[in-house]
Nanobody, 118 residues
């Protein structure tokens, strides 16, 4: 059974940074394309960053809204995917989730809340 557990969210001021973690069990993340997604209140869930498996050189892609501010990475030994978020903006406030890319419906976890506010 696959389980993805997100952590690292919190309250941060605009311009601040956070690092989110997604610890996986039941799946080898290095073999899978993974994504970080977010859902803000009243909005649909959206993909913010993805990283491919090692077979395709762990290439990364970002939504235009986070390009240059967010970095997705993976620690294969820890079976964990990270999202480093810098220069956070109020509009980054959302619940953040990790999942495969494209996502699998039964892999969604509880997410981690990120709130950017002064």
């Amino acid at each position: 059974q696959v389980q993805l557990v997100e952590s690292g969210g919190g309250l941060v001021q605009p311009g601040g940074s956070l690092r989110l973690s997604c610890k996986a069990s039941g799946i080898a993340l290095k073999m899978s394309a993974m994504g970080w997604y977010r859902q803000a209140p009243g909005k649909q869930r959206e993909l913010v960053a993805s990283i491919s498996g090692i077979a395709t050189y762990s290439s990364t892609n970002y939504a235009d809204s986070v390009q240059g501010r967010f970095t997705i990475s993976r620690d294969n030994a820890k079976n964990t995917v990270y999202l480093q978020m810098n220069n956070l903006l109020a509009e980054d406030t959302a619940v953040y989730y990790c999942n495969r890319f494209p996502p699998r419906e039964n892999y969604w976890g509880q997410g981690t809340q990120v709130t950017v506010s002064a």
